[in-house]
């Protein structure tokens, strides 16, 4: 498959893929992981607009993202690999559910900042009944480690440090971790709450970097996930 894939947000392909509201233009993402929680999206994106649910066809989810974040938070456990957020990557016949949203062009800048470790592409969603939405939209896809380096930070040593090196993260894409806990955790519970179409594609169609393993069979071998509450001072933004 060829994918369409957007540079950042002064890529000139984007243009054409912002549409009108109102007289403010907007652009259409895919949220996958924690931005399945309204409060999430709302939080990450306070103008967005038309959240609700969709579908994407073609790609599946997959723990293998190792951000600085978690470490920045405490909530990474390097000494059990609990390290890993989401992203997606193609794979045909694959399909799961997702949210769909827009954001304001004036948010664009920000959402490349926030995601720039991501690959962008522009796909083609679907909305929850099926029906092809009218414009395309964004999601962030898996990257690599050379061309993060070498296109994002053009191979500044400095800037690696500043982001990744200083937590002791010497990669950021990689198959051997597991979910970070509290992010998992989180996930489930925001795609429980748009039932259980939703929360059985996250189940079934997420998987662990070693492609095979769902997360509902490593929630089954890992309970204690679940039970597992957020620390006080990030319970309003990890309880799904």
């Known amino acids: 498959a ?10 000139p392909s984007l243009q054409q893929y912002f549409h009108q509201v109102d007289g403010t233009m907007y652009l259409s993402i895919v949220g996958f992981g924690s931005l399945l929680s309204e409060g999430s999206s709302q939080r990450s994106f306070p103008n967005m607009k038309r959240f609700r649910s969709g579908k994407l066809c073609n790609w599946r989810r997959i723990f293998a993202h190792n951000p600085a974040v978690f470490f920045e938070m405490g909530v990474a456990r390097p000494e059990t690999l609990e390290l890993s957020s989401l992203s997606v990557e193609y794979r045909a016949g694959e399909e799961i559910s997702v949210v769909l949203f827009d954001i304001p062009i004036s948010d664009v800048p920000n959402f490349f900042l926030r995601e720039e470790e991501f690959r962008f592409i522009l796909v083609d969603a679907l909305e929850s009944d099926g029906s092809p939405t009218p414009f395309k939209s964004l999601v962030c896809a898996r990257y690599s480690d050379q061309e993060y380096r070498e296109v994002r930070l ?47 594609s996250f189940l079934d169609h997420t998987f662990l970097g070693d492609r095979k393993t769902t997360i509902r069979s490593y929630l089954n071998q890992h309970p204690e996930v679940m039970a597992e509450e957020p620390p006080e001072h990030l319970a309003y933004r990890y309880n799904g």
Do not use: F
């Open 2 to 11: 060829v994918l369409m894939e957007v540079s950042g947000a002064d890529d």
């Open 154 to 200: 053009k191979k500044s040593e400095e800037e690696w440090h500043q982001r990744y090196g200083k937590w002791g993260i010497e990669k950021i894409w990689r198959d051997d971790i597991l979910p970070c806990r509290l992010y998992l955790r989180h996930c489930v519970l925001a795609a429980g709450k748009w039932g259980p179409e939703m929360e059985n």
